[in-house]
Antibody
Framework: QVQLVQSGAEVKKPGASVKVSCKASGYTFTSYGISWVRQAPGQGLEWMGWISAYNGNTNYAQKLQGRVTMTTDTSTSTAYMELRSLRSDDTAVYYC?????????????WGQGTLVTVSS | EIVLTQSPGTLSLSPGERATLSCRASQSVSSSYLAWYQQKPGQAPRLLIYGASSRATGIPDRFSGSGSGTDFTLTISRLEPEDFAVYYCQQYALFGQGTKLEIK
């Protein structure tokens, strides 16, 4: 069965960086992209960007350009999301999700989420 | 830029009732790329409907989706206690703001 397992919660100070991992299993990793979606406390879902696990191509949300980097390690079927220059409004649960364009441009499987808290 | 607007913001119903949730796009979108998700507190979102009307694997048939152009609807025919959650529509990288379905 498809599973995405994310790394644990993080507490960071403003200005620091965080790197969240997402280990995939149960499918051919390079056949699908991985998207990252975040959710601030009590708020809705915000798409952060996408990476092709096939060739590493990326597409980032405009508001995060310059602060976010998404990468993959195909040898371990793991995706990573690094966010730099953290601010208090980056406090959120960060989700990875499999991006399925084969069916209909959907996030068909999700990780369990990683809480990132930014606080001085 | 397309905006997805969901209504109502909160819907209060009782188990056994029918729920109708709306998602309106600011301009016409392809129904092939309109999806719905359910999110319960403390959990990741779960895919319910894709292509506006196709149920995802394992989704009960009390959930149905319809619509085209700018207006899309998620219908839950007879609410079960586990259906009370927040529902989001999605089109590519865009999400609606969500509808909270709460127990009346």
């Amino acid at each position: 069965q498809v599973q995405l397992v994310q790394s644990g919660a993080e507490v960071k100070k403003p200005g620091a960086s965080v790197k969240v991992s997402c280990k995939a299993s149960g499918y051919t990793f390079t056949s699908y992209g991985i998207s990252w979606v975040r959710q601030a406390p009590g708020q809705g879902l915000e798409w952060m960007g996408w990476i092709s696990a096939y060739n590493g191509n990326t597409n980032y949300a405009q508001k995060l350009q310059g602060r976010v980097t998404m990468t993959t390690d195909t040898s371990t079927s793991t995706a990573y999301m690094e966010l730099r220059s953290l601010r208090s409004d980056d406090t959120a649960v960060y989700y990875c999700a499999r991006w399925n364009e084969v069916v209909a441009a959907i996030f068909d499987y999700w990780g369990q989420g990683t809480l990132v808290t930014v606080s001085s | 830029e397309i905006v997805l607007t969901q209504s109502p913001g909160t819907l209060s119903l009782s188990p056994g009732e029918r729920a109708t949730l709306s998602c309106r796009a600011s301009q016409s979108v392809s129904s092939s790329y309109l999806a719905w998700y359910q999110q319960k507190p403390g959990q990741a979102p779960r895919l319910l409907i894709y292509g506006a009307s196709s149920r995802a694997t394992g989704i009960p048939d009390r959930f149905s989706g319809s619509g085209s152009g700018t207006d899309f609807t998620l219908t839950i025919s007879r609410l079960e206690p586990e259906d009370f959650a927040v529902y989001y529509c999605q089109q590519y990288a865009l999400f609606g703001q969500g509808t909270k379905l709460e127990i009346k």
